[in-house]
């Protein structure tokens, strides 16, 4: 088989470009790796926040009071409770919210639904940082300076 002239610069040039998106650099391939097990993990959490289920604006929370009578247990610091509540953040502000005793279970089992939302929407937000981290690291490791330094 013949090539022209031409042709056969371009498949040099293929044959480098090839070479190169196979990850010899032992750094990427660690990365990689690494980006993967994030990836998989974040998938994980991601799905998991999305059974549907609803939820209640609220973190679940005990609380223990005074009922304000002088010769009360409670005066002495042996307060009544524990009493289910709701501890709400709305605009910065935290206010708790006492829950009726009918109301508790269904709503506090909302709120543990909230609770474990929130910390699994912070756990895929770290991932989401780590995996940017780890991009740049990518960036840096393969990107050349033309013509040189
Ligand atoms: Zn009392």
Redesign the pocket.
């Known amino acids: 088989m013949r090539f022209s002239g031409p042709a056969c610069i371009s498949c040099i040039y293929f044959i480098i470009l090839y070479k190169d998106m196979g990850s010899d650099n032992i750094n990427v391939k660690i990365i990689g790796k690494t980006l993967s097990d994030l990836n998989q993990l974040r998938t994980k959490y991601i799905f998991s926040l999305l059974h549907g289920k609803s939820m209640i604006h609220g973190l679940p929370h005990l609380i223990y009071r005074?009922?304000?009578?002088k010769n009360?247990?409670?005066?002495k610091g042996n307060?009544?409770g524990p009493y289910a509540a709701l501890s709400i953040n709305k605009n910065g502000k935290q206010r708790i919210a006492i829950i009726r005793n009918a109301d508790t279970y269904p709503i506090m089992k909302e709120a543990k639904r909230y609770r474990y939302f929130q910390e699994t929407l912070s756990k895929i937000r770290k991932i989401n940082r780590e995996i940017d981290t780890l991009l740049e690291k990518v960036k840096v490791e393969t990107t050349n300076e033309y013509p040189g330094p």
């Open positions: 005074k009922c304000g009578k009360c247990k409670c005066a307060r009544h």
